[in-house]
């Protein structure tokens, strides 16, 4: 059995720090075809975040607006005909311009159908795929565990962003897990799409794609974190971690970073 090499909580942290001071000094325009819930909270999570967002879905123009972003979110969401023409188009575009680019399979458990596009998408090697537990037992083949989320990176010779109760991230040869967030997380719609454009935004501006997607599920949990300490509820909390992302300091992430 291989057995990846675990990250240290100093580099994460630092890695953390130094990407999020980079986002704001270069502002990456993010192009993100994402389900019709989720669009305006993720603009607006990468907005706060110091990104430019783009959201368009028409097949007339994705290519183009692909073409002149930095990285690109596919999120399987709404999982319409136009959107499945847009992601195979903003797809080719974003490998034709060599561009980072994240998957988010969104409820591929739900339906075989949505489960084979994404394989064919996989096929192509995202930079990155983040997903749940259920959404990765679909396309893995079995339960998630740290040596599960390494085996399958290497297989599709990507990334693995694994949301749970401890984020996983791996590359196959490291691995990292992040223990802050907040269990209001899981009660605002959109949450994961917008910690997914937030790694392409990390990808943006950080080659080693390892370290842009730990970086980044560390900046938006420690932002939950910072968010729930001022919120009554959800309705409070979505607006509270907007504000937080917009107000996260590197210092602040390198203290409360949870990573082992």
């Known amino acids: 059995m291989h057995h990846p090499q675990a990250a240290s909580r100093r580099s994460v942290a630092q890695g953390a720090a130094e990407i999020l001071a980079r986002l704001r000094v270069r502002r990456p325009r993010i192009h993100c075809i994402t389900n019709t819930v989720a669009?305006?909270?993720?603009?607006?999570?990468?907005?706060?975040?110091?990104?430019?967002?783009?959201?368009?879905?028409?097949?007339?123009?994705?290519?183009?607006?692909?073409?002149?972003?930095?990285?690109?979110?596919?999120n399987l969401g709404t999982f319409d005909k136009e959107r499945r023409q847009a992601m195979t188009i903003a797809v080719d575009?974003?490998?034709?311009?060599?561009?980072?680019?994240?998957?988010?399979?969104?409820f591929v458990d739900r339906a075989p159908t949505r489960a084979a596009f994404a394989r064919e998408l996989i096929a192509q090697r995202p930079t990155v795929i983040r997903l749940?537990?259920?959404?990765?037992?679909?396309?893995?083949?079995?339960?998630?565990?740290?040596d599960?989320?390494?085996?399958?990176?290497?297989?599709?010779?990507?990334?693995?962003?694994?949301?749970g109760e401890s984020d996983l991230v791996s590359d196959g040869e490291r691995i990292a897990s992040i223990a802050n967030g907040h269990s209001l997380m899981g009660r605002v719609t959109a949450m994961g799409c917008a910690g997914s454009a937030l790694g392409v935004a990390c990808l943006a501006i950080e080659p080693d794609a390892f370290v842009a997607t730990a970086a980044a599920l560390l900046i938006l949990n420690i932002a939950g974190e910072l968010a729930a300490e001022k919120s009554a509820g959800p309705g409070s909390f979505a607006t509270s971690i907007i504000d937080a992302l917009y107000n996260l300091d590197g210092p602040t992430l390198i203290e409360r970073a949870k990573v082992s």
Not at 46 to 57: D, E, I, K, Q, Y
Not at 149 to 159: D, F, K, N, P
């Open 148 to 163: 599960a989320v390494a085996a399958y990176a290497r297989a599709s010779q990507t990334v693995v962003g694994l949301s």
């Open 132 to 146: 749940n537990h259920a959404e990765f037992s679909t396309l893995a083949g079995g339960k998630p565990s740290p």
């Open 39 to 74: 669009q305006n909270f993720t603009a607006n999570a990468l907005l706060a975040a110091g990104c430019v967002p783009s959201m368009t879905v028409s097949v007339e123009e994705v290519g183009s607006f692909v073409s002149g972003a930095q990285g690109l979110l596919v």
């Open 93 to 106: 575009a974003a490998r034709s311009n060599t561009l980072p680019w994240a998957l988010d399979p969104v």
